[in-house]
């Protein structure tokens, strides 16, 4: 799986790094997610489907 971030949707909700603190982090200054790593292992690829899932904007893209 390849994860990416569309940074200019992002609205700063914070569920993905809820969801997924492995793979998702938000920046201190503003709130934006921080993709802490591109290509999670397997382990992590249902947090990272729900986390895309629940993000209010959409910011989250992924290829499996």
């Known amino acids: 799986m390849k994860v990416e971030i569309i940074e200019e949707r992002c609205v ?3 569920q993905c790094a809820a969801i997924a603190p ?3 982090d938000q920046r201190d200054e503003d709130g934006v997610v921080v993709l802490m790593d591109p290509r999670p292992s397997e382990e992590h690829w249902d947090s990272v489907r729900q986390a ?13």
């Open 22 to 24: 492995e793979v998702f």
């Open 52 to 64: 895309a899932t629940s993000c209010p904007a959409v910011a989250i893209a992924f290829e499996e």
């Open 12 to 14: 700063s909700a914070g």
